[in-house]
């Protein structure tokens, strides 16, 4: 059973099949039909009234915010749109859901029929969307374990707008590499249009994947189980090749896939069965009868199309074309939109781009994971990374010195120019003060420049370099320790 890895790497006689649900939390001041606030958390059932309730009489309001968040989106991700959208009543019982319904879309969905590119392991891929539909949130179950083993439900969730993205079938995906890159995209795409907040942590940016398996080249297609409970990139990636290879492994085994609901359970690393989808749910959707159709005229799609930001393939051109960025790092700037706004902001200070980028994915990341906090609730902003980036790249500090400085901007939130001032870390350039320094360390090992201009062995000059740089306190500029070291070797040699 080592089918984890080896059915993603396409070892394998059977061949993955990936469709992709994915729903988005949209980023709107109020709930979809009433005026609760939408907000992540809180004392649970404090953003709830009798429309998210459903209580009886309550009536639903739409939220046009939320319909131009999906249309932005059905347009990103080049759908066609209605000119007429419905809304339909999905009739299921659950106790997260106190009306016994659900206000979604069936018929007629906002956009349909879409693709989205994106880049796997630098290949061009095309994965196509069947639609892209608005619905409402449902309330959330908190179970509690042990004696009392109670569970509680929290409706501030209920009647949040909730985006479905659903990929078109057959589907395009064909391993958890694709399926993740997919994901990543589609993300990065919802950031930069400012419709959802992309936290997979908090549930706002939540995925479905459908797996099955079929010989390869094999028409016909397997038996299919969608894995629930996946709440990051990882645990999506992990799932889906995890799924496959189980898949793979039964069949090869001369078992059966049976159509279910997965569960996911992180540190077993497995999946395992939640219940089985053997006779498909019936929703009897029907008409919602107390909202119209919604109409998406020209004139308003118009001006939504003509307000429409960046997206992220457009900036990754401009990575790569307007800042000399690599392909890599183009992509690590625009996996969000918070972290691509603060690129550029850095960049326009610090001048070299691709320091900045060095920066902030090496030793700022560092600190801010180590904190467990991320980019924008980062003490050091981009105005201030910018000012580290230009006293490096002015050469008014060295790299060594600058990592010291990082620290503090980091711990105290001061500017680099003042940290450096007040600690005297300016670049030491005074010839002969670095001439002194060398002359030390050559004298304190004469073994090694024995070494260096005797047996040859060039390579020992970076051990004197190393003690000249930690006598300085890591601010001797390194071209100038270089140039007089080679100076004094070559007297040496000489003599
Ligand atoms: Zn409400």
Not at 108 to 128: A, N
């Amino acid at each position: 059973m080592t089918t984890e890895s080896g059915i993603s790497r396409g070892e394998s006689a059977y061949e993955p099949v990936i469709g992709m649900e994915c729903h988005a939390e949209l980023l709107t001041a109020s709930k979809m039909f009433c005026s609760c606030e939408n907000r992540f958390g809180g004392e649970p059932n404090t953003r709830c009234c009798p429309v998210c309730l459903g209580l009886p009489g309550a009536l639903p309001a739409v939220n046009r915010m939320a319909v131009e968040h999906v249309i932005r989106t059905a347009i990103a991700l080049n759908c066609s749109i209605e000119s007429e959208a419905h809304f339909d009543r999905k009739n299921y019982y659950y106790p997260d859901l106190p009306k016994g319904y659900q206000i979604s879309q069936y018929g007629k969905p906002i956009g349909s029929g879409g693709w989205l590119d994106f880049e796997v392991e630098g290949k061009p891929k095309r994965v196509h969307i069947r639609r892209v539909h608005l619905e409402e949130d449902t309330g959330k179950l908190i179970h509690f374990a042990g004696d009392s083993q109670r569970s509680f439900v929290d409706f501030n969730r209920s009647g949040v707008p909730l985006m479905e993205i659903v990929t078109e079938f057959p589907p395009d995906l064909h391993s958890a590499d694709e399926a993740r890159a997919y994901l990543t995209e589609l993300r990065a795409v919802l950031t930069f249009l400012g419709v959802c907040d992309g936290k997979m942590e908090e549930g706002s940016l939540r995925c479905e994947p459908n797996v099955s398996v079929r010989l390869r080249n094999a028409e016909t297609y397997g038996a299919k189980t969608e894995i629930k409970n996946l709440n990051s990139f990882r645990a999506v990636e992990r799932g889906i090749a995890f799924e496959a290879g189980r898949q793979a492994t039964l069949l090869e085994t001369g078992g059966v896939v049976r159509q279910e609901t997965r569960g996911w359970d992180e540190g077993r690393a497995a999946t395992f069965s939640q219940r089985s989808k053997e006779v498909e749910q019936e929703y009897r959707y029907f008409p919602e009868p107390d909202l119209p159709p919604l109409r998406l005229d020209e004139p308003w799609l118009e001006r939504i199309r003509a307000t429409m930001p960046e997206l992220p393939s457009s900036l990754r051109n401009r990575c790569l074309t307007e800042y000399g960025l690599s392909a890599y790092d183009a992509r690590l700037i625009s996996e969000s939109r918070a972290t691509a706004q603060w690129f550029e902001a850095a960049a326009a200070v610090g001048g070299d781009a691709k320091l900045v980028v060095n920066w902030m994915m090496g030793d700022l990341a560092r600190l801010v994971n180590a904190a467990g906090a991320s980019l924008d609730q980062c003490p050091v902003t981009p105005q201030r990374l910018g000012e580290l980036v230009t006293l490096v790249s002015s050469g008014a500090i060295t790299g060594k010195i600058a990592k010291a400085v990082l620290d503090e901007m980091y711990a105290t939130g001061e500017p680099p120019a003042a940290i450096v001032e007040a600690r005297g870390w300016r670049t030491e350039r005074d010839p002969a003060a670095i001439r002194g320094l060398v002359e030390q360390a050559c004298n304190a090992n004469p073994e090694i420049v024995a070494d260096i201009t005797l047996r040859g062995l060039t390579q020992k000059r970076g051990f004197l370099i190393g003690q000249v740089m930690k006598a300085s306190g890591g601010k001797a500029d390194p071209g100038e320790v270089n140039r007089l070291l080679d100076e004094l070797l070559a007297r040496a040699t000489g003599a």
